[in-house]
């Protein structure tokens, strides 16, 4: 129970209601416990209609009374139960008869309680209800929030109405606590139509991703109940370039991508590192989280090494970690400074190995007799020339091998 209120975006009363409940039951107090978790349900219920929008079937006037009902102190309570059973004109909310039928039991067994009615209520009869409020709370949502949400969010990003850079914390909450969770797949549907249908013009004519959407699903990820996030990923798994922009916005996204390891893998070989973008936080992400398998790396490793890119210290000690230099020093094992191409492109991952290792005999005669030439890899050789100028005890143990200076490493 502790958990499940953890993850729940209700008011701060509800919050205190239900913590009462839970000192209850640690007392053994089991009818005050029932009792006052059963006040935090309907509390729920309260302030979900309190929040909402008038829905179909309710004039103006009528919704504006049903409010004033919820906040007379002394009626409330009784008032929201009415509106979990209320079927007609419209129902509040689209729930099954069984479920309605099940609240009438515990507002009846809440009266058991408040009333020292002789029916026995035990520990079971509490466990009983946490159950139920864990797995039907959120089903409680008013009719046709979906569309009221949905309305917010594009008044939201409309800079008419809401000014840029506002928070969208918000907005979230109202998904969490406005749609029910089986309209949840067709609403983030409606939301990612309209951010494609809104794309600035600097998006429609570079291509870009539309950056409302990528804010949009960082913040359902930081935010988002368990069972939003969950309907959203099962969107973006079909998406991955738009996973690709909202890792790079916040790479802990990767969290979201355990039990994908097909999608991990395309997003790694397909999206990664394009466009000389440098997605080095995403991977070591990834590698963090274990999500590349171990037989995998040498791959991994292979698109990283071809990226003239330069991972932060952080990210360097993740990929050293992982094996990185190991692959490295294959490379350079297996003649890489003769492949002028890639070893300009991998100078510095080079030059980074260099740094991490002190020079033995193979690798000093591998520079001497790779830079004795007359053709080398320029870049490399340059990038080789500036480090060995401002590392002086690296220059030391070259010398300490008993090798000349090749021709084009004036450095050494």
């Keep these: 129970m ?26 053994q107090a089991w009818r005050s416990s029932l009792l006052m978790s059963y006040v935090g349900f309907l509390t729920i219920i309260r302030d979900r209609i309190l929040e909402a929008s008038p829905p179909v079937g309710f004039t103006v006037l009528a919704w504006e009374q049903k409010g004033r009902d919820l906040r007379n102190p002394d009626k409330w309570d009784a008032n929201a139960f009415s509106c979990t059973q209320q079927k007609s004109p ?3 909310f689209l729930v099954t008869d069984d479920l309605r039928h099940q609240v009438t039991f515990w507002k009846n067994r809440r009266n058991d309680c408040a009333h020292s009615k002789p029916n026995l209520i035990t520990e079971g009869h509490v466990e009983s209800f946490y159950s139920f409020l864990i797995s039907n709370s959120s089903k409680f949502v008013v009719n046709g929030s979906r ?39 067709d609403f983030i549907d409606d939301v990612l139509s309209f951010f494609d249908d809104n794309r600035t013009r ?37 998406l991955p370039e738009l996973i690709v922009e909202v890792l790079r916005k916040n790479s802990q996204f990767t969290n979201e991508l355990n039990g994908h390891a097909q999608l991990v893998r395309i997003l790694w070989r397909r999206h990664l590192f394009l466009s000389e973008r440098n997605d080095s936080n995403i991977l070591c992400s990834m590698l963090n989280n274990n999500l590349i398998p171990q037989g995998e790396l040498d791959e991994v490793f292979e698109i990283v090494f071809e990226k003239d890119i330069q991972p932060n210290e952080l990210e360097l ?53 790779d830079f004795d030439q007359t053709w080398v890899a320029d870049d490399l050789a340059s990038a080789f020339n500036r480090y060995f100028s401002e590392n002086s005890h690296k220059v030391a143990e070259y010398k300490s091998h008993g090798l000349e200076c090749p021709r084009e490493l004036r450095g050494l």
């Design 2 to 27: 502790n958990k499940w209120l953890d993850e729940q975006n209700i008011s701060e009363e509800a919050i205190s209601v239900f913590k009462e409940s839970l000192v209850c039951y640690g007392a």
């Design 202 to 238: 600097f998006e429609n004519i570079t291509g870009a991703m539309n950056q409302n959407k990528i804010n949009f699903i960082d913040a359902s990820y930081r935010l988002g109940s368990t069972d939003f996030k969950a309907s959203i990923m099962s969107k973006l798994v079909d």
């Design 317 to 369: 000690m993740t990929l050293t970690t992982n094996g990185f230099h190991d692959f490295v020093r294959d490379k350079i094992d297996s003649g890489v400074f003769r492949n002028f191409a890639e070893a300009n492109s991998a100078r510095k991952h080079i030059i980074g190995y260099f740094d991490s290792t002190e020079l033995d005999a193979t690798l000093c005669n591998k520079l001497y007799d």
């Design 90 to 92: 419209e129902p509040l």
């Design 147 to 185: 569309n009221s949400v949905l309305g917010l969010i594009k008044d939201h990003f409309n800079p008419d109405k809401t000014p840029p850079n506002t928070p969208l914390d918000y907005l979230i909450n109202k998904v969490n606590t406005s749609v029910e969770q089986s309209e949840l797949g």
